[in-house]
């Protein structure tokens, strides 16, 4: 499959839900059986495209959750209040019905576990959806090539009601060694909370890193003040710029 895509050749398909799945209040996870999908790798994205009954039609960007190797695409979609396509996607889509997506989109932000080396994901917020697939193609690599691309996920959240995937990233590390899963509320925390709390500062990134000098490659994502904010404080603290890939998204996700 070619790196990017080029927009002006994609087609429109029309994306069949198969499934709905609640992850958090504010996200929900679609999954899709897609005429004529061909496959992606981990890290693109999809344009979604609705059009009402008046004609009128919106089009959104979204990150693909599922792996490469998975039986179906999945969209993990947060609803923005205002938005003009999350809230449908989020609250009335049902089993059966039908929209147009075409993709897969980027070549930049994309990983395979064929690149080896350690491996550091951050994201906030939804900007996880990306990098979960990652990890799910991460997963489904033998433990001799997880071993050789040891991985880090740094996640920050509001609360802990707003993490998405939480009990299958807790899986994921529990099962693999090589892994390592942290996260972090910037607002209410649990009493029985054992992770970091506050926004990914310097410190944070100072006890999760796996070290400038083991060169990990390096997946950001998220709104862009903390994407940005992010990748400053990596180049402060002396990763290569050429190792830092980052992904955001403004207020209409």
């Known amino acids: 499959m070619a790196g990017a895509a080029v927009l002006g050749r994609l087609t429109w398909r029309l994306a069949e839900v198969a499934d709905v799945v609640e992850e958090t209040p504010r996200t929900r996870t679609l999954v899709l059986d897609v005429d004529g999908w061909s496959g992606h790798r981990a890290g693109q994205h ?7 009954e008046d004609g009128y039609q919106a089009e959104r960007s979204y990150s693909i959750a599922s792996g490469p190797g998975d039986e179906r695409l999945e969209l993990t979609v947060e609803r923005i209040d205002d938005g003009e396509v999350s809230p449908y996607l989020v609250d009335d889509v049902r089993h059966g019905d039908s929209f147009e997506l075409r993709g897969p989109i980027g070549g930049y932000f994309v990983w395979n576990v064929s690149i080896e080396g350690p491996l550091m994901l ?23 090539a997880r071993a050789r691309v040891p991985a880090v996920l740094l996640y920050s959240a509001r609360t802990a009601e707003d993490l998405i995937y939480k009990e299958e990233l807790g899986k994921l590390a529990e099962g693999d060694d090589s892994l390592e899963v942290v996260f972090t509320l910037t ?9 970091f709390r506050g926004r990914v500062d310097r410190s944070i990134l100072e006890k999760v890193s796996p070290g400038v000098a083991n060169r990990p490659n390096v997946f950001v994502c998220g709104p862009t003040p903390f994407t940005e904010a992010v990748a400053t404080l990596l180049v402060e603290l002396g990763h290569e710029p050429s190792r830092i890939r980052t992904e955001r998204f403004g207020p209409t996700g």
């Open 46 to 52: 999809v344009d979604v495209r609705l059009t009402a």
């Open 122 to 144: 951050i994201g906030g917020g939804s900007g996880i959806v990306p990098l979960m697939s990652m990890l799910r193609h991460r997963a489904c690599a033998d433990a001799s």
């Open 187 to 195: 607002r209410d925390a649990p009493p029985e909370w054992r992770g």
